[in-house]
Antibody, heavy 122, light 112 residues
Framework: QVHLQESGPGLVRPSQTLSLTCSVS??????????WGWIRQSPGKVLEWVGY???????FTHLSLNSRFNVSADTSRNHLSLKVSSVSDADTAVYYC??????????????WGRGTLVTVSS | HSRLTQPPSVSGAPGQTVTISCTGT?????????VNWYQQLPGGPPKLLIH???YRPSGVPDRFSAFKSGNSAFLSITGLQAEDEAAYFC????????????FGGGTTLTVL
């Protein structure tokens, strides 16, 4: 059974860098069958994908979120990381990691972690 | 960035049928990009409900179905049950440069 578990600091000060980790068990993040993504949900419940990474190590982040976001993977520990620099109130959200699976010409997020709440506040 | 448009809330009595709409543009749903639907129970993460327009993952009751027409997609829930009370989100693909994925704003279903 595949399990995803996010972890993070909970509270981060404005302008600091946020670091989140997603530990994956029951599946290898090196699998060529999937990608692994980060999605966040604002206090108003809006979902927004943040970035994703393939087994090759190629990662993508949402262009409108500018270059503050970085997605990486540690295959030796089978976990993903998300770093967000210069955080502001707008980055307050629940951050989820999820597995993305291709089907026909599309992709969907078929497995999600329970999420970790990040609050940006001084 | 752009989002798919969903009604904020819908409601129905047990046993009834409700339909939730998800309206996009010619850059996403209208470009024949596939649509996925997620169910989020209170306090929990989103769960995949329907993928690739009409496919139900294993374990999802056949009371849930979906279809697509033009720039819109629709999720239908028949035989409404109390346990269906949740938020429902649609998701598609964005052909614009900021893509690839966009979500709807979510619809809260209340079972009366």
């Amino acid at each position: 059974q595949v399990h995803l578990q996010e972890s993070g600091p909970g509270l981060v000060r404005p302008s600091q860098t946020l670091s989140l980790t997603c530990s994956v068990s029951g599946a290898s993040i090196r699998s060529p069958d999937n990608c692994w993504g980060w999605i966040r949900q604002s206090p108003g419940k809006v979902l927004e994908w943040v970035g994703y990474i393939f087994f090759t190590g190629t990662s993508f982040t949402h262009l409108s979120l500018n270059s503050r976001f970085n997605v990486s993977a540690d295959t030796s520990r089978n976990h993903l990381s998300l770093k967000v620099s210069s955080v502001s109130d707008a980055d307050t959200a629940v951050y989820y990691c999820a597995r993305c699976t291709p089907f026909m010409e599309g992709w969907f997020f078929d497995l999600w972690g329970r999420g970790t709440l990040v609050t940006v506040s001084s | 960035h752009s989002r798919l448009t969903q009604p904020p809330s819908v409601s129905g009595a047990p046993g009834q049928t409700v339909t939730i709409s998800c309206t996009g543009t010619s850059s996403d749903i209208g470009s024949d990009h596939s649509v996925n639907w997620y169910q989020q129970l209170p306090g929990g993460p989103p769960k995949l409900l329907i993928h690739t327009d009409t496919y139900r993952p294993s374990g999802v009751p056949d009371r849930f179905s979906a279809f697509k027409s033009g720039n819109s997609a629709f999720l239908s829930i028949t035989g409404l049950q109390a346990e269906d009370e949740a938020a429902y989100f649609c998701q598609s693909f964005d052909s614009s440069l900021s893509g690839p994925w966009i979500f709807g704003g979510g619809t809260t279903l209340t079972v009366l």
